[in-house]
């Protein structure tokens, strides 16, 4: 079985100071499902796999025993060329995504070619119940959206997103202090505007006063804006 050989694979490319340095910032993730495998060998390995006839045997294989396969599964969905059963696989496997590093690490580069598409599911994602999904739908506006198909709509749908979730809330801040990075004009009015809730808008200002995008005065700029408790 694929994912039989896939987890014999796995184990073998362990690096168990990895695995020390990773458990730590997967704070959702039980230790017991951390194997230590590196980013740069799981992307290799996924380079290989996607080129099997077998492989979604273990894309239909969830939810998987190791975070170290949700990894690897992210990036087999991120190397696929065929939208349409991208979207499918994407789909199937978003529910079980338990954490930032997956969320944030599955980037479909087939994406930047059907931004028309992307759109609309991006719409049907955000507003799923499922923090991570949530938190994919803000992190591909953040990637495909920012740029040359920009539009003051996206500001108000991410603005807009109220949650009880740490992650959900994280990405929030993430996304406007890229879009002040970017987009600064359209996006400093809903600082100004406090149209975040306090946390993430305190957050959103801190990662830009961190930022290299940031320019020194706008820096100085927000934070006054910081609201104070």
Same mark, same amino acid.
């Given at each position: 079985?694929?994912?039989?050989?896939?987890?014999?694979?796995?184990?073998?490319?362990?690096?168990?100071?990895?695995?020390?340095?990773?458990?730590?910032?997967?704070?959702?993730?039980?230790?017991?499902?951390?194997?230590?495998?590196?980013?740069?060998?799981?992307?290799?390995?996924?380079?290989?796999?996607?080129?099997?006839?077998?492989?979604?045997? %273990?894309?239909? $294989?969830?939810?998987?025993?190791?975070?170290?396969?949700?990894?690897?599964?992210?990036?087999?969905?991120?190397?696929?060329?065929?939208? $349409?059963?991208?979207?499918?696989?994407?789909?199937?496997?978003?529910?079980?995504?338990?954490? *930032?590093?997956?969320?944030?690490?599955?980037?479909?580069?087939?994406?930047?070619?059907?931004?028309?598409?992307?759109?609309?599911?991006?719409?049907?994602?955000?507003?799923?119940?499922?923090?991570?999904?949530?938190?994919?739908?803000?992190?591909?506006?953040?990637?495909? %959206?920012?740029?040359?198909? %920009?539009?003051?709509?996206?500001?108000?749908?991410?603005?807009?997103?109220?949650?009880?979730?740490?992650?959900?809330?994280?990405?929030?801040?993430?996304?406007?202090?890229?879009?002040?990075?970017? =987009?600064?004009?359209?996006?400093?009015?809903?600082?100004?505007?406090?149209?975040?809730?306090? *946390?993430?808008?305190?957050?959103?200002? =801190?990662?830009?006063?961190?930022?290299?995008?940031?320019?020194?005065? =706008?820096?100085?700029?927000?934070?006054?804006?910081?609201?104070?408790?």
């Amino acid at each position: 079985m694929i994912t039989d050989d896939i987890r014999k694979m796995l184990w073998d490319l362990a690096d168990s100071k990895y695995r020390d340095f990773q458990i730590p910032i997967l704070a959702t993730v039980p230790a017991e499902r951390v194997i230590g495998v590196r980013t740069p060998e799981l992307r290799k390995l996924a380079k290989e796999l996607s080129k099997r006839d077998d492989i979604g045997g %273990f894309l239909s $294989d969830l939810p998987h025993e190791y975070f170290d396969e949700d990894q690897l599964h992210a990036f087999v969905i991120s190397l696929m060329k065929d939208h $349409d059963s991208c979207i499918t696989e994407l789909e199937h496997f978003l529910p079980y995504v338990d954490n *930032w590093a997956t969320c944030d690490q599955m980037s479909p580069k087939i994406f930047k070619k059907n931004r028309g598409s992307l759109e609309k599911k991006i719409k049907e994602w955000i507003a799923s119940d499922h923090p991570y999904t949530k938190r994919f739908a803000i992190g591909m506006l953040m990637e495909h %959206f920012l740029d040359e198909d %920009f539009d003051i709509k996206y500001l108000k749908t991410v603005a807009a997103i109220r949650s009880d979730e740490y992650y959900v809330n994280m990405m929030i801040a993430w996304y406007f202090a890229t879009a002040l990075a970017k =987009q600064y004009d359209a996006a400093l009015p809903f600082i100004e505007g406090h149209k975040l809730d306090v *946390w993430t808008h305190n957050k959103a200002i =801190q990662k830009c006063v961190e930022s290299n995008r940031i320019l020194p005065k =706008q820096k100085e700029y927000l934070k006054t804006l910081k609201i104070r408790k």
